[in-house]
């Protein structure tokens, strides 16, 4: 039972950040709220939680990389893919190698296996706490799609790392041509898992639906236990549950672009998996703030084995380690940079020209945070001959000040170095929607047609589905003349269109009050208010 009531109060722990992030003036990351939110939890109640760290790793981190993996934008992953591969490849072998002889040269103490896993797990970025920043600093979409790719990859590359130096730790060795081939089964077979599960559940899903029909939620709950499938089949087949996770989710964007799910279906998923994914990455910060005294007292203990008196030297090690990390990501950018500048040298094409706030942004923008704290979290208790993990209060306790020191950064930097900036808009992507538009309301205007003749036999009235058409094909005709008219006129069309927005949306808010109302006094009943209320909150969904 109390068990269940830290768990209720670290749930409303969670829910009390989204509210008091948007009543602190300064712009403070939420992730750090929570973490203190965490440490007044474990102020208030007498029982912590004990975790496992298998769990943890299976409840937390399947459903986040399959989230991830899903509504990252594919066509910037594409269009940058080499850029992201270098920062998610090669800038999370150059972070395990540099900053994991580093840790070992600070912390002798520390085996080099660990101090090796200690670099790996805070290498992986967070797009998710980048964002958050973002939403007070304007940062450049392309930029923005480039970390979201970095992330979604190195995110996969860290975590495998962090296992083969947890591995190399628990065995004492670690062959490279063993790890080799290892990493090798471990990708394509965990890439393949995800992406076959996916596709197979998709294919079952839709013919059922088809054959049987669909039941109320059953969609979303398979959608949801789809991360899940994937990790545990691909973990027992000895391959990456991780790359299971990712692949199933990118799959599963792809699965989406066939149609077959239904409008209110795919509604009522984005929400659920709007909360899921709110509610996951809270709950991690705030088990960190709960779990945070006990572990600062064990990297106490820690250094204290190593020579070290003073906890002063725990500030120490996580700015040299930050700093390091920052350092790291700076001549990784920059050397990436020049080799984008000399390749285009070598095709003829005109130079780029390198910004060093941009540069400084960049390197700023890798913040650590959930994918970092989740698997740090998994560290094994004790090795397989039983004696306890060397130095785990440590290394989690590194891990965890490496992430509230880079979003501390990034959340102080970022609007110093890009405030002031001009970044111009990507004009291709609005071609790419004017056409869209165009295409579709001319299939709508085709459809409407042939639906008017299928249906006007059936009419009791002749003239009622001309007139319905006449109606409906107006807003289509009013849409393509948008996307057909000259850059000027388009710019009076957008704000006729923001005008008619806001006065719609003052036409449902009075709806849905009327409709209120009238319940409230019983001239309504409970089920058709619902039904009235659901029609205006979808409706609502489009203008907003």
């Given at each position: 039972?109390?068990?269940?009531?830290?768990?209720?109060?670290?749930?409303?722990?969670?829910?009390?950040?989204?509210?008091?992030?948007?009543l602190i003036p300064v712009a403070?990351?939420?992730?750090?709220?929570?973490?203190?939110?965490?440490?007044?939890?474990?102020?208030?109640?007498?029982?912590?939680?004990?975790?496992?760290?298998?769990?943890?790793?299976?409840?937390?981190?399947?459903?986040?990389?399959?989230?991830?993996?899903?509504r990252i934008p594919k066509s910037?992953?594409?269009?940058?893919?080499?850029?992201?591969?270098?920062?998610?490849?090669?800038?999370?072998?150059?972070?395990?190698?540099?900053?994991?002889?580093?840790?070992?040269?600070?912390?002798?103490?520390?085996?080099?296996?660990?101090?090796?896993?200690?670099?790996?797990?805070?290498?992986?970025?967070?797009?998710?706490?980048?964002?958050?920043?973002?939403?007070?600093?304007?940062?450049?979409?392309?930029?923005?799609?480039?970390?979201?790719?970095?992330?979604?990859?190195?995110?996969?590359?860290?975590?495998?790392c962090f296992r083969f130096a947890?591995?190399?730790?628990?065995?004492?060795?670690?062959?490279?041509?063993?790890?080799?081939?290892?990493?090798?089964?471990?990708?394509?077979?965990?890439?393949?898992?995800?992406?076959?599960?996916?596709?197979?559940?998709?294919?079952?899903?839709?013919?059922?639906?088809?054959?049987?029909?669909?039941?109320?939620?059953?969609?979303?709950?398979?959608?949801?236990?789809?991360?899940?499938?994937?990790?545990?089949?691909?973990?027992?087949?000895?391959?990456?549950?991780?790359?299971?996770?990712?692949?199933?989710?990118?799959?599963?964007?792809?699965?989406?672009?066939?149609?077959?799910?239904?409008?209110?279906?795919?509604?009522?998923?984005?929400?659920?998996?709007?909360?899921?994914?709110?509610?996951?990455?809270?709950?991690?910060?705030?088990?960190?703030?709960?779990?945070?005294?006990?572990?600062?007292?064990?990297?106490?203990?820690?250094?204290?084995?190593?020579?070290?008196?003073?906890?002063?030297?725990?500030?120490?090690?996580?700015?040299?380690?930050?700093?390091?990390?920052?350092?790291?990501?700076?001549?990784?950018?920059?050397?990436?940079?020049?080799?984008?500048?000399?390749?285009?040298?070598?095709?003829?094409?005109?130079?780029?020209?390198?910004?060093?706030?941009?540069?400084?942004?960049?390197?700023?923008?890798?913040?650590?945070?959930?994918?970092?704290?989740?698997?740090?979290?998994?560290?094994?208790?004790?090795?397989?001959?039983?004696?306890?993990?060397?130095?785990?209060?440590?290394?989690?306790?590194?891990?965890?000040?490496?992430?509230?020191?880079?979003?501390?950064?990034?959340?102080?930097?970022?609007?110093?170095?890009?405030?002031?900036?001009?970044?111009?808009?990507?004009?291709?992507?609005?071609?790419?929607?004017?056409?869209?538009?165009?295409?579709?309301?001319?299939?709508?205007?085709?459809?409407?047609?042939?639906?008017?003749?299928?249906?006007?036999?059936?009419?009791?009235?002749?003239?009622?589905?001309?007139?319905?058409?006449?109606?409906?094909?107006?807003?289509?005709?009013?849409?393509?003349?948008?996307?057909?008219?000259?850059?000027?006129?388009?710019?009076?069309?957008?704000?006729?269109?923001?005008?008619?927005?806001?006065?719609?949306?003052?036409?449902?808010?009075?709806?849905?009050?009327?409709?209120?109302?009238?319940?409230?006094?019983?001239?309504?009943?409970?089920?058709?208010?619902?039904?009235?209320?659901?029609?205006?909150?979808?409706?609502?969904?489009?203008?907003?």
């Amino acid at each position: 039972m109390d068990a269940i009531e830290v768990v209720l109060a670290m749930l409303l722990a969670v829910i009390a950040s989204g509210y008091l992030v948007r009543l602190i003036p300064v712009a403070l990351p939420l992730p750090l709220l929570q973490i203190a939110l965490g440490a007044l939890v474990v102020g208030v109640t007498p029982h912590g939680v004990e975790l496992e760290p298998d769990i943890f790793f299976l409840l937390f981190l399947p459903p986040l990389l399959f989230l991830d993996g899903w509504r990252i934008p594919k066509s910037g992953l594409l269009r940058d893919k080499g850029v992201i591969l270098e920062l998610a490849l090669g800038l999370v072998v150059f972070t395990v190698a540099g900053a994991g002889f580093l840790i070992h040269a600070m912390i002798p103490a520390m085996p080099l296996p660990v101090a090796f896993a200690l670099a790996a797990i805070v290498s992986p970025t967070d797009p998710v706490a980048v964002g958050a920043i973002a939403k007070r600093t304007p940062i450049p979409k392309r930029l923005m799609h480039i970390l979201e790719g970095e992330s979604l990859l190195n995110d996969a590359s860290g975590l495998v790392c962090f296992r083969f130096a947890v591995a190399a730790a628990m065995t004492g060795s670690l062959s490279l041509a063993t790890a080799g081939l290892t990493f090798l089964w471990l990708a394509v077979a965990g890439v393949a898992v995800g992406v076959a599960i996916t596709l197979a559940v998709a294919r079952a899903q839709t013919w059922l639906t088809r054959h049987f029909g669909e039941p109320g939620g059953s969609a979303i709950l398979v959608n949801l236990l789809l991360p899940f499938g994937a990790y545990l089949m691909a973990e027992r087949l000895h391959a990456s549950g991780i790359l299971a996770a990712v692949a199933a989710g990118i799959t599963m964007s792809y699965v989406e672009l066939s149609g077959h799910a239904m409008a209110a279906t795919r509604i009522q998923r984005s929400a659920v998996w709007d909360t899921v994914q709110f509610t996951l990455n809270g709950t991690m910060f705030v088990l960190l703030g709960e779990q945070l005294p006990r572990i600062f007292h064990g990297a106490r203990m820690s250094i204290e084995q190593g020579g070290h008196v003073n906890p002063w030297w725990l500030a120490v090690y996580a700015f040299a380690i930050s700093a390091g990390l920052l350092l790291l990501r700076c001549l990784w950018v920059w050397a990436s940079l020049r080799l984008t500048i000399y390749k285009q040298k070598a095709r003829g094409q005109p130079r780029l020209k390198i910004n060093p706030r941009l540069l400084l942004a960049t390197s700023v923008a890798g913040a650590r945070g959930a994918i970092t704290l989740a698997g740090v979290l998994t560290l094994p208790l004790a090795l397989a001959d039983g004696t306890p993990f060397p130095a785990r209060d440590l290394v989690i306790f590194l891990a965890s000040a490496v992430i509230l020191i880079s979003l501390l950064v990034a959340s102080a930097a970022l609007p110093l170095l890009l405030n002031g900036m001009h970044f111009p808009g990507e004009p291709h992507e609005q071609v790419e929607e004017d056409r869209a538009r165009k295409a579709a309301a001319s299939a709508a205007i085709a459809a409407i047609e042939q639906a008017q003749i299928a249906q006007m036999p059936l009419a009791a009235e002749p003239d009622v589905y001309p007139q319905a058409a006449a109606r409906v094909i107006a807003l289509y005709r009013h849409r393509l003349n948008e996307a057909a008219s000259r850059s000027d006129d388009r710019a009076k069309y957008r704000e006729a269109d923001r005008a008619e927005c806001a006065l719609r949306l003052a036409a449902l808010q009075a709806e849905r009050d009327a409709v209120f109302e009238l319940a409230r006094e019983g001239r309504l009943s409970d089920d058709t208010s619902r039904k009235l209320v659901r029609e205006i909150d979808l409706m609502e969904s489009r203008y907003r």
